[in-house]
């Protein structure tokens, strides 16, 4: 044992628990994951899980240890989650959203917060982001620089533009570019056209770059542009490959400018694994949009263990 | 008995078939309905169905009756259908498409003539139609002026959005948007925010009027304007039904704004039924388009009764 303070970092989202023991400076001493997440837990069945999960990520040491220090961030905070913890408004300092942190009370001996969301209160286009907030902190603390400003874009199921100033918030959209490109390929038309494609997009291929070119050169809106997907098999006898290709291309084009419309800016902080990194590379290339890919995997826990620490600061950061 | 020419009329499409058997002058005598289609049907199982309609739909009239002349359109000219019938290319002159119906082998002692649809073979953004382009010929015989110009909008699963210059169909787009709301309200997030919602859509509700807002006022492009919808559950509390008024509002919003892009007409000829025609009035209404509705459900009809008679001239016009 080094002695250091030791906390509990839980990133708790829709379908999915990740609990890390962590000591403070950064290592990991012990993980688990499990299929638990909002989707098939109540309320009240957060803290047993929580109590197994702890048994055995801490074993005999939990035993001993001081009062357990448990950060937790997703949709354990959501209002169908564990305990609400109400979203921080525009414009949202990354380092002060532990201040937002709720405190749950629970039978386990241990200190619980969860992390807040952020929202976009404008009923024009209003908008939430809950689990994102803790990876852009993770972000901002693995940069070195708190007060960082610039655009991030964490693609995924509902992808995510940040544009942050001064290490604040200051605006976001999301697009539900992920879960449009499941939805269309295995439940609308254009699934006959794809058929049993390959999992995983080519940003090289044929299809990806007829898709982007409809999507950014032509500027063709999204209803219309997917029945044209529809059209090509029929007209063109594409291959089912080369639609779903064409489809990631276009939903991801569409995304981009739907989301800049002519404000474009020179770079932007790409969080994303690999194989999505390349994708939006591509796509971001073509508007001569620069992307630093950050890998995504990381941040959360960086984020988690960030926040933490400003809550608990660790003995060494006490002196 | 009238002595009239009579012609069987058939709109066999994906899922469901339509046959009425009629005199030359637009009269119905007896009509019949089934939910065989292309989804179902093999290409062998066409024929005995037919086969098994006519015989109900004539009865013993048919056994004295000259040879049937059977005049089909839909998904049954489709390559998965009964027997292709190639798309006819644009410039489509509406009163010609007969010349390129396809004749069809058959033990049934009929003359039997499918319908083609009309592509758009531009690699760009192509585009088919099959069975909208006899709805077309249906509006052109209605309106007593087989050379007419305008834009006709037919909403629906598949919206199409049709050019016609003089009687040809020179430019057409189509728009994905009763299947993106059907997949959206049942498969999508936004599933959650929707619950149970009433069934129709009001076009002077809050939501439908705020959705068109969105997608036509503000611009708000559709990959997150989806999400918005999300976070107006989430944020202010919106009731189930009102979230489904405003997805369609916001749909069909931006259906017109990704279709008519700056180039807008001053009116369009609408054919629906009276509850889609009413929200896509008041949507067009929000852009200055005048709207003239025509009720979609005779056209196919007329459509397919012009067509044969062009094929199989009557008597009386034959003198």
């Not at 970092?9 to 012990?30: F, P």
């Not at 960082?148 to 697009?175: C, Q, Y």
């Not at 981009?256 to 932007?268: E, F, K, W």
Request: with cysteine; net charge negative.
């Amino acid at each position: 044992m080094s002695g250091q303070t030791q906390y509990i970092c839980v990133d708790w989202g829709t379908s999915n628990l990740r609990i890390w023991l962590m000591q403070a400076d950064g290592s990991v001493v012990a993980e688990r994951r499990a299929a638990e997440g909002m989707q098939t837990l109540s309320r009240e069945d957060y803290e047993p899980a929580l109590r197994r999960h702890l048994a055995s990520l801490c074993g005999s040491e939990h035993a001993r240890a001081e009062r357990p220090k448990i950060m937790i961030c997703g949709m354990a905070g959501s209002r169908q989650g564990w305990r609400e913890a109400p979203y921080a408004d525009l414009p949202a300092s990354l380092s002060g959203l532990n201040e937002k942190a709720v405190s749950v009370d629970n039978r386990l001996g241990a200190d619980i917060r969860i992390m807040p969301g952020i929202a976009r209160r404008d009923s024009a286009r209003p908008d939430v982001m809950r689990g994102e907030e803790t990876q852009l902190l993770g972000l901002a603390t693995a940069s070195g620089d708190e007060a960082f400003s610039g655009t991030v874009l964490m693609p995924g199921t509902h992808s995510k533009w940040v544009e942050i100033v001064n290490g604040r918030v200051t605006d976001f959209s999301t697009a539900m570019t992920g879960e449009l490109f499941a939805l269309l390929s295995q439940h609308s038309i254009l699934r006959h056209s794809i058929g049993g494609a390959k999992p995983g997009v080519d940003p090289q291929s044929e299809g990806f770059q007829c898709g982007l070119e409809r999507a950014i050169d032509r500027d063709i809106g999204l209803s219309r542009g997917l029945f044209a997907l529809r059209a090509d098999g029929l007209l063109f006898d594409i291959a089912g490959d080369e639609t779903a290709d064409a489809l990631s291309g276009f939903l991801i084009g569409r995304e981009i400018m739907d989301t800049l419309g002519r404000q474009r800016p020179d770079s932007v902080t790409l969080v994303a694994d690999e194989a999505v990194g390349g994708l939006y590379s591509a796509a971001l290339g073509k508007l001569s949009i620069k992307a630093e890919l950050i890998e995504a995997s990381a941040l959360t826990r960086a984020g988690l263990l960030r926040a933490a620490k400003m809550i608990w600061p660790c003995d060494k950061e006490r002196n």
